[in-house]
């Protein structure tokens, strides 16, 4: 079984700032795969960014990356340089891998809302 | 870039009336797709995983005569939620995975948001 835990359900952060959303999780699989979504309120769902167990490096997409620390369990999601339109719902999730290619269940966290402040 | 589209986007319907919401990839194929529901101020809940061509998987306490499931081709699902109570009155989005890119992606679409009344 998996499961997500994010423990900050509302964050504010101001402008320009950097910002951590918390992110640990809790599974038996060997390998997992680890992504991040935002959810503004128009609902959809936008993937961020992803990381593999099994990856050495952290993942860094663009002001996002993801501070992966295996031995903690733990995935926290750094935003630099926030912009306005970075407020909205940030999800956690994560899924086992199937080196078959088949696929494997995504558990979503419940979700940090953001809001940044100008 | 991958697309995935949910019509209707948003839906009202009266109690006891079924409603069917699509699902489609738009440029890519899609082997599976998923969907999931979401209470205001809540997490996306996995509700089924759709296989193209079988019959879809239910997650535990999901009924699967009341939340009907058809993955007909690989760029079309559909959820049909038979005899609608106000309680079934949700956010619907589904997802997808494209089968020739990255086995971690999946793209969602733009959710359904249906109202029973």
């Known amino acids: 079984a998996q499961k997500i835990t994010q423990t900050q359900p509302g964050m504010f952060v101001q402008e320009k700032e950097a910002v951590t959303l918390d992110c640990t999780y809790d599974t038996s699989d060997p390998s997992y795969g680890l992504f991040w979504y935002k959810q503004p309120s128009s609902g959809e769902m936008i993937f961020l960014i992803y990381?593999?167990?099994?990856?050495?490096q952290n993942a860094t997409e663009g002001r996002y990356s993801l501070n992966f620390q295996k031995a903690r369990k733990s995935a926290n999601l750094v935003i630099s340089a926030s912009q306005l339109g970075d407020s909205a719902m940030y999800f956690c999730a994560m899924s086992p891998i199937s080196y078959s290619g088949g696929y494997q269940k995504v558990t979503f966290g419940t979700g940090t809302k953001l809001q940044v402040i100008p | 870039g991958a697309v995935v589209s949910q019509h209707p986007s948003w839906v009202i319907c009266k109690s006891g009336t079924s409603v069917k919401i699509e699902c489609r990839s738009l440029d890519f194929q899609a082997t599976t797709m998923f969907w999931y529901r979401q209470f205001p101020k809540q997490s996306l809940m996995l509700m089924a995983t759709?296989?193209?061509?079988?019959?879809?998987?239910?997650e535990q306490g999901v009924e699967k005569d009341k939340f009907l499931i058809n993955h007909a081709s690989l760029t079309l699902s559909t959820l049909t939620v038979t005899s609608a109570h106000p309680e079934d009155s949700s956010f619907y989005i589904c997802s997808a995975r494209n089968r020739s890119t990255n086995y971690y992606e999946q793209y969602f679409g733009p959710g359904t948001r249906l109202t029973v009344t």
């Open positions: 990381q593999g167990s099994y990856d050495q």
């Open positions: 759709s296989n193209e061509g079988s019959k879809a998987t239910y």
